[in-house]
Structure formats: structure tokens, C-alpha cells
């Protein structure tokens, strides 16, 4: 059975459509009683859609034309969360703009009183600069189609030894470690799962060879990462780690 959420959404697809559209027949498309139409009409009022009624024999519901809203619904805690980590994002990278973008896009689309809500959460919520994870959207963005789409990467690299590289690696997951950003991934030319620094990737590209089958070496990347493997070496092998295909581990 379809949540009370759900239902308004589906709701919102239909009158979406433009016309009057009868009660009954809703019904009938949502499979509930005229009574759940009404209260799911009303629940869309509620979060600012202006749907109107037209009441009496033959009552229909219309979306003005006029208002053009996407299919989103959201709560207004939500809307709190997505505000809070979009501000989080455009203060860690201030130079890029894709955070603030986003957040100015989804505002516009919301109904008033969930932009209301937006904008409040940005108003007074402030992220401190210092200590900032570096973090670059566009390279982000490769490494998750890649994990997506089960491919390998290659990227320049460069390490803590200021050391250049060029690799070709199979992207596992990125992850958030002591305020930095980190590639788990599987280096091809070097048979062996790393850690990767994000800040010290560029120009990192998508390739079509697809990515092999393997099996993680350990059951989890927090597993993996309280090894010594996932500790940057102090070592002068550079600041990548090595375990092999078959979960041994071993220095590079």
C-alpha cells in the first residue's frame, strides 16, 4: 500500500497534466476512496501547491497552469538536510560553484514554504573554513560513474614525495578520513588495492575497459582502512598503500 507521501505524489502527477480532473475518477487512478483524494489534495495545499477544488456534483481538482513545479515532494526536515550539506559543500570549495548553484536551482523549484524553510537553514547556518576537506566536484563525479558503471579510471598522480605517476585504477569508493578525501581503488599496473589522496588526483578520465570482478580484501573499507594498509606509509614508497589481489598484505 502506497504511504500517504507517495500517494501525494502521485496525486501531483496527474493534476500536473493540466484540466480539471473529476474526484472520482482520481480515485479510481490512485485506487482509494474520494476521501483519500480530498486529503491528499489537502496535503499538497499544505506544502504549497496551488491545487484548486471545485466542489459539488461532478468535484474535480486542477494545477494552475500557470505554476510549474516538479515532482518533489520532500518534508520540511528534508529540505534542512539537503540545505545544511550543500552549505557544507560550498564552503569546503568556494571556488567551485556547484554547491551554491544547486541550492539556488532547488530553491527556486520548491513550493513557498519549503523554500522558506531552505533559505532559513541557510541563513543561519555557517561552516567554518578552517580545516576544510579539500574536494573537487568534477573529479568526484568521474569516480562515481565509474563505480556506477563498474569501469576503470586514469588520472594523474601525484604523491606526498611530490612524485608523478599516471594510473590506471578499477574506483571502489570514495571516502571522508581525518578531513581528507580518499579513492579506495584497485591499481591495475600495480596489481594491488590503494588509498589515494583526492586533492593529489588530476585530470582524471573514464575509460571502457570494464573493471574486473573482485572480491574487497577486507569485509568493509573501515575494516580495510584500520589496517596498517589503510595508514599513509612513513615510509619514503609514497603516500598510497598496498594490499594484493588475494587479501595479503604487504608493503609496495
Same mark, same amino acid.
Given at each position: 500500500?502506497?504511504?500517504?507521501?507517495?500517494?501525494?505524489?502521485?496525486?501531483?502527477?496527474?493534476?500536473?497534466g493540466?484540466?480539471?480532473?473529476?474526484?472520482d475518477m482520481?480515485?479510481r487512478?490512485?485506487?482509494?476512496?474520494?476521501?483519500?483524494?480530498?486529503?491528499?489534495?489537502r496535503?499538497?495545499?499544505?506544502?504549497?501547491?496551488?491545487?484548486?477544488a471545485?466542489t459539488?456534483?461532478?468535484a474535480s481538482?486542477?494545477?494552475?497552469?500557470?505554476? $510549474?513545479?516538479?515532482?518533489?515532494?520532500?518534508?520540511?526536515?528534508?529540505?534542512?538536510?539537503?540545505?545544511?550539506g550543500?552549505g557544507?559543500?560550498?564552503?569546503w $570549495?568556494?571556488?567551485?560553484?556547484?554547491a551554491?548553484?544547486?541550492a539556488? $536551482?532547488?530553491t527556486?523549484?520548491l513550493?513557498?514554504?519549503?523554500?522558506?524553510?531552505?533559505?532559513?537553514?541557510?541563513?543561519?547556518?555557517?561552516?567554518?573554513?578552517a580545516?576544510?576537506p579539500?574536494i573537487?566536484?568534477?573529479?568526484?563525479?568521474?569516480?562515481a560513474?565509474?563505480?556506477?558503471n563498474?569501469?576503470?579510471?586514469r588520472?594523474?598522480?601525484?604523491?606526498s614525495?611530490?612524485?608523478?605517476?599516471l594510473?590506471?585504477?578499477?574506483?571502489y569508493?570514495?571516502?571522508?578520513?581525518?578531513?581528507?578525501?580518499?579513492?579506495?581503488?584497485f591499481?591495475?599496473?600495480r596489481?594491488?588495492?590503494?588509498?589515494?589522496?583526492?586533492?593529489?588526483?588530476?585530470?582524471?578520465?573514464?575509460?571502457?575497459?570494464?573493471?574486473?570482478?573482485?572480491?574487497?580484501?577486507?569485509e568493509?573499507?573501515?575494516?580495510?582502512?584500520?589496517?596498517?594498509?589503510?595508514r599513509e606509509p612513513?615510509?619514503?614508497?609514497?603516500d598510497?598503500v598496498?594490499?594484493s589481489?588475494?587479501g595479503?598484505?604487504?608493503?609496495?
Open positions: 500500500m502506497a504511504t500517504p507521501t507517495e500517494r501525494a505524489l502521485q496525486l501531483l502527477s496527474l493534476v500536473q493540466g484540466g480539471e480532473l473529476p474526484v482520481l480515485a487512478r490512485l485506487e482509494v476512496s474520494e476521501r483519500t483524494v480530498r486529503r491528499d489534495a496535503r499538497l495545499r499544505d506544502l504549497g501547491y496551488d491545487v484548486s471545485r459539488g456534483p461532478g481538482y486542477r494545477l494552475r497552469p500557470s505554476v $510549474k513545479i516538479p515532482p518533489l515532494l520532500l518534508s520540511e526536515d528534508e529540505i534542512a538536510a539537503v540545505a545544511v550543500l557544507m559543500l560550498a564552503a $570549495k568556494p571556488a567551485d560553484e556547484a551554491a548553484s544547486a539556488a $536551482k532547488l527556486s523549484l513550493p513557498p514554504r519549503l523554500a522558506r524553510r531552505a533559505r532559513a537553514v541557510s541563513l543561519s547556518t555557517q561552516v567554518l573554513h580545516d576544510r579539500a573537487d566536484m568534477a573529479t568526484m563525479g568521474v569516480l560513474d565509474a563505480v556506477a563498474a569501469t576503470r579510471v588520472f594523474a598522480y601525484r604523491d614525495r611530490e612524485r608523478a605517476s594510473r590506471q585504477v578499477e574506483p569508493r570514495h571516502v571522508l578520513r581525518g578531513n581528507r578525501w580518499y579513492l579506495v581503488g591499481d591495475v599496473d596489481d594491488a588495492w590503494r588509498l589515494f589522496r583526492l586533492d593529489r588526483i588530476r585530470d582524471a578520465e573514464s575509460g571502457s575497459e570494464r573493471a574486473a570482478e573482485r572480491t574487497f580484501p577486507e568493509s573499507v573501515e575494516q580495510w582502512l584500520a589496517t596498517d594498509f589503510g612513513k615510509s619514503p614508497v609514497g598510497d598496498r594490499s589481489p588475494t595479503d598484505r604487504r608493503g609496495r
